[in-house]
């Protein structure tokens, strides 16, 4: 990869580093992220998921780019975790999403909205639907919920 792409991932994984050898990692990696031309990373994922017989399930993310998850390691597992701790009904939580990565957990929540820009098949998956993130979608949809 390059120097480049290594610097955009740091926004959004924080412990990113550089390894010669993926097997000699000393951890348990819960996600990894591919970078494809954009257009490309829905037939990209579809081909992967048919190699990868559940291993590993190929979420497309947007942009171009793929995320390779542990089958148990998603964004809905985690709120369902969450949710389970803190004893708050999943039918009253809220997720927001915009992409195919969103798709589980806008179906799992009481209210799922996506993003207005968001792909045709999180659109789908959302039972509401939010201005899009240059808008600023989600504070928006939060203020009018808490009444602000």
Known sequence: TSQRFFDMMSCYFPRIGWVD??????????KLSLSTENGEEVAIAKELSAHLGGILVPTVSGNGSIDLMMP??????????????????????????DNDNDIEMLGLVGAGYAMENASERARSAAARLCPSNREHGVLQTLEDIFGL
């Open 72 to 97: 148990a390691c998603t964004k809905a597992a985690g709120i369902s975790l969450l949710a389970d701790r803190w004893r708050i009904p999943l039918s009253r939580c809220v997720a927001f999403g």
């Open 21 to 30: 050898d993926l097997l000699g990692l000393d951890d348990v990696p819960l």
